[in-house]
C-alpha cells in the first residue's frame, strides 16, 4: 500500500503538494473505489475494461526518469515490479475472475515495455481560442487533454450501459475543467497595457470562454443527444454552458479577492441558482473593478 500511493504521488505529482498526506490518502481511496465499482461492473463492461491499463501505456512513455533508473543494472524489472503494484487492483480484477489468458497477456507487456524504444510524444495542438492564455496553460501544466478523453471513453461506457445519470455527471466534470482557467488571474499589468476599454475587455473574455467551452462540451451535448435526447439536456446544456461565463464575472468582480470568488462559485452550484440573479450585478461590478485596475 504505501508503494502503491508512492507510485500514485509520483504519477500525479503535478496535481498533489508534496506533503499532502490527506490528498494521498483520498486519491489511494478513490483508486480502490473505482477497482471495487468495476469489479462490480465487469460483465457489463466487456473489452471496456482493459482501457483502465492504457495509463500505464501513457505514463511509461512520458516519463523523464529513465537515465537515472539505468543506474541500476536491474531497472527494467524494476519498471515491471512497478507497472504490476501499480495495476494491482485490476490484475488483481482478473485475477478474481479467473481471466488468466488476459492477465497473461498484461504482465508480458508489462516485462516487454521498458525493452521498447522511447517514443517523442508530440505536442498536441489545442484548439482554443488565444484571447486567454490559461486555458493553454492549465491543459498543459495538469495533462487535462488526458483526462478529457477519458471522460470521453467513460462516457461512451455511460451509454453503453444505458446510465444516462453517469452521463450528465460526467458532462458536469467537463463543466468543471472549462471553469478551471476561471481562476487563473493575469499579473494586473497585463490588464492596464491592454488597449481594450473595460468594456470590450470582459466582453472578450467572456466570448473566449463560451467558444472554449463550446469546444469541449459539444461532444458530450451530442452523446446525451444520440442517448436519449430530451429537452431537459438541452436545459442542461444551456445550464452548464452558463457556468464557466458566470465564473468569469465571479473573478473579475472579486479579482483582489480569489477566495470570495471561490466561495460564491460553490454557492452559485449548490445555491439552486440563486446567484444568477446576480448576473447583473456581477458584470456591473466585474467592469467597474478592470476600469479601477487600468486607472489605478
Same mark, same amino acid.
Given at each position: +500500500?504505501? =508503494?502503491?500511493?508512492?507510485?500514485? /504521488?509520483? &504519477?500525479?505529482?503535478?496535481?498533489?503538494?508534496?506533503?499532502?498526506?490527506?490528498?494521498v490518502v483520498l486519491l489511494l481511496?478513490?483508486?480502490?473505489? =473505482?477497482?471495487?465499482g468495476v469489479f462490480h461492473q465487469f460483465e457489463?463492461?466487456?473489452?471496456?475494461?482493459y482501457l483502465l491499463f492504457v495509463d500505464v501505456l501513457v505514463?511509461?512513455?512520458? &516519463?523523464?526518469?529513465? &537515465?537515472?533508473?539505468?543506474i541500476h543494472k536491474n531497472y527494467k524489472k524494476i519498471i515491471f515490479i512497478e507497472y504490476l503494484i501499480y495495476s494491482f487492483p485490476f490484475l488483481l480484477i482478473l485475477l478474481i475472475k479467473q481471466h488468466f489468458l488476459?492477465?497473461?497477456i498484461l504482465m508480458i507487456a508489462f516485462w516487454i515495455l521498458p525493452y521498447l524504444p522511447k517514443i517523442q510524444m508530440k505536442t498536441i495542438k489545442l484548439p482554443f481560442e488565444r484571447f486567454d492564455p490559461f486555458w493553454h496553460i492549465i491543459f498543459r501544466k495538469y495533462h487535462l487533454f488526458f483526462i478529457y478523453i477519458?471522460?470521453?471513453i467513460l462516457s461512451g461506457i455511460a451509454i453503453h450501459l444505458s446510465n444516462q445519470n453517469l452521463l450528465v455527471v460526467l458532462f458536469g466534470s467537463v463543466v468543471i475543467i472549462c471553469c478551471l482557467p476561471g481562476f487563473e488571474r493575469e499579473n494586473i499589468l497585463e490588464i492596464k497595457i491592454s488597449h481594450y476599454s473595460s468594456f470590450e475587455f470582459l466582453n472578450k473574455k467572456m466570448k473566449t470562454t463560451f467558444v472554449n467551452s463550446l469546444y469541449l462540451q459539444f461532444p458530450f451535448l451530442l452523446l446525451l443527444t444520440i442517448n436519449d435526447f430530451y429537452w431537459l439536456n438541452l436545459f442542461l446544456f444551456l445550464l452548464f454552458m452558463s457556468i464557466?461565463?458566470?465564473? %468569469?464575472?465571479?473573478?473579475?468582480?472579486?479579482?483582489?479577492?480569489? %477566495?470570495?470568488?471561490?466561495?460564491?462559485?460553490?454557492f452559485g452550484i449548490f445555491g439552486f441558482g440563486i446567484i444568477y440573479l +446576480? =448576473?447583473?450585478?456581477?458584470?456591473?461590478?466585474?467592469? &467597474?473593478? %478592470?476600469? /479601477?485596475?487600468?486607472?489605478?
Amino acid at each position: +500500500m504505501k =508503494i502503491l500511493s508512492t507510485l500514485l /504521488t509520483v &504519477r500525479f505529482r503535478k496535481l498533489l503538494n508534496k506533503n499532502d498526506k490527506t490528498a494521498v490518502v483520498l486519491l489511494l481511496l478513490f483508486y480502490f473505489a =473505482i477497482a471495487f465499482g468495476v469489479f462490480h461492473q465487469f460483465e457489463e463492461l466487456g473489452s471496456w475494461f482493459y482501457l483502465l491499463f492504457v495509463d500505464v501505456l501513457v505514463y511509461h512513455f512520458k &516519463r523523464q526518469d529513465d &537515465r537515472l533508473l539505468k543506474i541500476h543494472k536491474n531497472y527494467k524489472k524494476i519498471i515491471f515490479i512497478e507497472y504490476l503494484i501499480y495495476s494491482f487492483p485490476f490484475l488483481l480484477i482478473l485475477l478474481i475472475k479467473q481471466h488468466f489468458l488476459a492477465l497473461g497477456i498484461l504482465m508480458i507487456a508489462f516485462w516487454i515495455l521498458p525493452y521498447l524504444p522511447k517514443i517523442q510524444m508530440k505536442t498536441i495542438k489545442l484548439p482554443f481560442e488565444r484571447f486567454d492564455p490559461f486555458w493553454h496553460i492549465i491543459f498543459r501544466k495538469y495533462h487535462l487533454f488526458f483526462i478529457y478523453i477519458a471522460l470521453l471513453i467513460l462516457s461512451g461506457i455511460a451509454i453503453h450501459l444505458s446510465n444516462q445519470n453517469l452521463l450528465v455527471v460526467l458532462f458536469g466534470s467537463v463543466v468543471i475543467i472549462c471553469c478551471l482557467p476561471g481562476f487563473e488571474r493575469e499579473n494586473i499589468l497585463e490588464i492596464k497595457i491592454s488597449h481594450y476599454s473595460s468594456f470590450e475587455f470582459l466582453n472578450k473574455k467572456m466570448k473566449t470562454t463560451f467558444v472554449n467551452s463550446l469546444y469541449l462540451q459539444f461532444p458530450f451535448l451530442l452523446l446525451l443527444t444520440i442517448n436519449d435526447f430530451y429537452w431537459l439536456n438541452l436545459f442542461l446544456f444551456l445550464l452548464f454552458m452558463s457556468i464557466p461565463l458566470l465564473n %468569469i464575472l465571479l473573478k473579475y468582480s472579486n479579482f483582489q479577492h480569489p %477566495i470570495k470568488q471561490q466561495l460564491l462559485f460553490i454557492f452559485g452550484i449548490f445555491g439552486f441558482g440563486i446567484i444568477y440573479l +446576480m =448576473i447583473p450585478y456581477l458584470y456591473k461590478s466585474s467592469i &467597474r473593478q %478592470i476600469n /479601477t485596475i487600468k486607472n489605478a
